[in-house]
């Protein structure tokens, strides 16, 4: 009997085991920032599937190929200028069902640590685990927080980086910090986030600037449409900062939203705390709300390239909206909702969605066998064990 207690402990075990590792959920997820390609097709990370995957011209979604799934334990996205490549913070998690790019057995089981991915080669390269932050600084160029103790830069075609340039200590309350905010690279010009502050970086001149901002940083963006400066969220207020001069000024002191991105280069589409989007004039403060033929609370919304659209999702739904047609467009309906016709919203051919909902349903089916196969397992030993006790 205690044999039998044992056998019955160590198969719920591995049925628990199993499942916590098999990659089975993203509940963590979200959809990170859209990056626009050299031919206009945007790219994104959809954590709903572990891929990339590129909405192009025609708003269809398709994933990247590739050889192994990236996983969905990835806590930020930031892409290069170009498209091509992209920093990725993922958790160090050992997936049983599938093979993961972002994982390696050399570092600690869920520990957090930056990789380098290139979409052209498909290959990712895990970075030193000292480096505790980084951005972009150009195409070929990151900068990055070395053990909490300096900003420093250096090219992507030495990953050990052992040929870097520091570009100052950190010290005093710049040392908290931000892993969440990402930063965001303009031209010569990378905002980096720190809890208290940012570093305004110059990386042709080699520079780097502190700033600090009481309110913290939530979020940072720039001018997709002409490049002439940053928005930067802290606290209930947003600050302009005009690189090229290094003019920091706030433009509004009672400023709430959960999320904001560019409409043009004078305007901003934010999200408030009931999920709600106005359109926000930088000079005047001016908000506006903007209706949506799409139904639902609001969680992040992206800028799409062209003035006056931006694309917005409402849960695991992806949708691009014209606010001169007063259009939304369906783009991919997530594992939440299944693509449905509407007078109001048009919608995409489910294909994608369709695909998402297989692959879902196929891991539960696939997880389901493997438990009855162990439970199969288990009591085939059981009959031989109680057989043997009674010989």
Request: glycine share 4%; aromatic share 12%.
């Amino acid at each position: 009997m205690n044999n039998i207690k044992k056998i019955l402990c160590m198969a719920n075990f591995f049925i628990i085991f199993f499942l916590l590792f098999s990659n089975f959920a993203f509940a963590q997820c979200q959809t990170f920032d859209f990056t626009l390609t050299k031919n206009s097709n945007f790219l994104f990370f959809n954590c709903d599937k572990g891929e990339i995957e590129k909405l192009d011209n025609n708003n269809n979604i398709s994933s990247v190929p590739r050889d192994k799934s990236l996983g969905g334990f990835v806590h930020n996205f930031i892409w290069s200028p170009d498209g091509t490549k992209a920093l990725i913070l993922s958790e160090n998690v050992l997936a049983v069902l599938q093979k993961l790019e972002l994982y390696s057995p050399q570092r600690e089981l869920n520990s957090l640590n930056w990789w380098i991915y290139d979409l052209d080669t498909k290959k990712a390269t895990l970075l030193d685990k000292k480096i505790i932050s980084i951005g972009w600084a150009s195409n070929d160029q990151v900068v990055y927080d070395w053990d909490n103790k300096n900003i420093s830069i250096a090219s992507i075609n030495d990953p050990g980086f052992k040929k870097f340039t520091k570009l100052t200590d950190i010290t005093g309350d710049s040392d908290d910090l931000n892993l969440i905010v990402s930063s965001v690279n303009m031209g010569n010009f990378t905002v980096f986030p720190m809890k208290k502050g940012f570093y305004a970086i110059n990386s042709s001149e080699k520079k780097a600037t502190y700033h600090p901002l009481a309110g913290g940083i939530q979020k940072i963006i720039s001018d997709p449409f002409e490049q002439k400066y940053f928005i930067i969220k802290s606290g209930d207020s947003i600050y302009k900062y005009t690189p090229r001069d290094g003019n920091l000024a706030a433009t509004d002191d009672a400023f709430s939203a959960t999320d904001l991105a560019f409409l043009n280069s004078d305007s901003l589409v934010i999200v408030d705390t009931d999920g709600k989007v106005y359109s926000y004039d930088i000079s005047t403060k001016t908000k506006l709300p903007i209706t949506l033929t799409a139904s639902g609370k609001v969680s992040r919304v992206f800028s799409a390239g062209n003035k006056e659209e931006f694309i917005f999702t409402i849960g695991s739904n992806i949708y691009r909206e014209n606010t001169e047609n007063k259009s939304s467009f369906l783009l991919r309906a997530g594992s939440e909702q299944k693509p449905t016709a509407s007078s109001s919203v048009a919608t995409q051919p489910s294909d994608n969605s369709v695909a998402q909902t297989t692959t879902q349903t196929s891991k539960i089916v696939y997880i389901i066998l493997i438990a009855l196969l162990i439970m199969i397992v288990i009591f085939v030993v059981l009959v031989v064990l109680k057989r043997r006790k009674r010989e």
